[in-house]
Nanobody, 121 residues
Framework: QVQLEEAGGGLVQPGGSLRLSCAAS????????MGWYRQQPGKQRELVAV???????NYADSVKGRFAISRGSAKNTVYLYMNSLKPEDTAVYYC???????????????WGQGAQVTVSS
């Protein structure tokens, strides 16, 4: 019924840039906050960046000044622009969205399938 489809990611050298995108589709009535999380091997999933429906943003300290999150004009797409990438940014990146569906009440969290980002020379 609902899908968060991620695109982007891959292998990049230190100092390089990548863009991730995530599009929400399905029987969606309303979209709240959207964000990106990442999970490194052996570690818990952590917040990278979040953007509210009103456009307010928040970033993990480790990516401030290097990453930027934005939403598309249709508001169902979220982007993560990653610059000055470091080897420690290597992780699987997951899209997250708070969605309210037709026929249901309230918002629930949904996740994308994950995109591998590898920063290595």
């Amino acid at each position: 019924q609902v899908q968060l489809e991620e695109a982007g990611g891959g292998l990049v050298q230190p100092g390089g840039s990548l863009r991730l995108s995530c599009a929400a589709s399905g029987i969606i009535f309303s979209i709240g906050d959207m964000g990106w999380y990442r999970q490194q091997p052996g570690k818990q999933r952590e917040l990278v960046a979040v953007i509210t429906s009103g456009g307010s943003t928040n970033y993990a300290d480790s990516v401030k000044g290097r990453f930027a999150i934005s939403r598309g004009s249709a508001k169902n797409t979220v982007y993560l622009y990653m610059n000055s990438l470091k080897p420690e940014d290597t992780a699987v990146y997951y899209c997250n969205a708070a969605l309210s569906l037709y026929g249901s009440t309230g918002y629930n969290n949904y996740w994308g399938q994950g995109a591998q980002v590898t920063v290595s020379s």
